[in-house]
């Protein structure tokens, strides 16, 4: 009930909105629309539009943004060992969007630990990466530990992300206790 409170106190006034401001803007408002990479290609592949059929993604000459493109569409398909299949393929593995995305499957698929570290060393590697802030906190929401979930969020305000998806997001979640899958 004192969570409650403080909520009240802390979020009032607030609606859902979403936008940019350092999140990956309006591309993580709403979720990824299925592709050919969801709806044709099976198992750890992703759709070439050059070659017009599913690829390998390590085989593939995708650039980075689409290789990321085709982690959130898998994941939010619920296909998290297939969307671990390309991020296992990205070039920089320390990269922390890359961290990102490990942590958020890692999650997904109940191994909360790992995905905190996964988390952790994203928020490290950039202190300012306030989608791993918001998924972490998400996470945080999902086990009950709603004052971590609030410190995220106010980091991520801090951090010059109020009004962006991660913030709105994972204001949401506090607020109801719904998390997102993208």
Sequence with gaps: MRVLLALTIALPGYAFAAGGN????????????????????????????????????????????????????????????DAQGVLSAMADQNDDRVLTYWGFTHRKLGQIELANAYYDKAISTNPDNILARSYMGQGFVEQGKLDLAIEQWREIKARGGEGSWAEASLREAIRTGTTYSY
Excluded: Q
């Design 22 to 81: 350092g999140d990956g803007g309006t591309t993580w408002t709403n979720p990824p629309e299925p592709s050919e990479t969801t709806k044709t290609c099976k198992g750890v592949r992703v759709w070439d539009e050059k070659k017009k059929r599913c690829v390998k993604p390590k085989k593939s000459s995708l650039d980075t943004d689409t290789l990321y493109g085709a982690v959130r569409e898998l994941a939010y398909a619920g296909r998290y060992d």
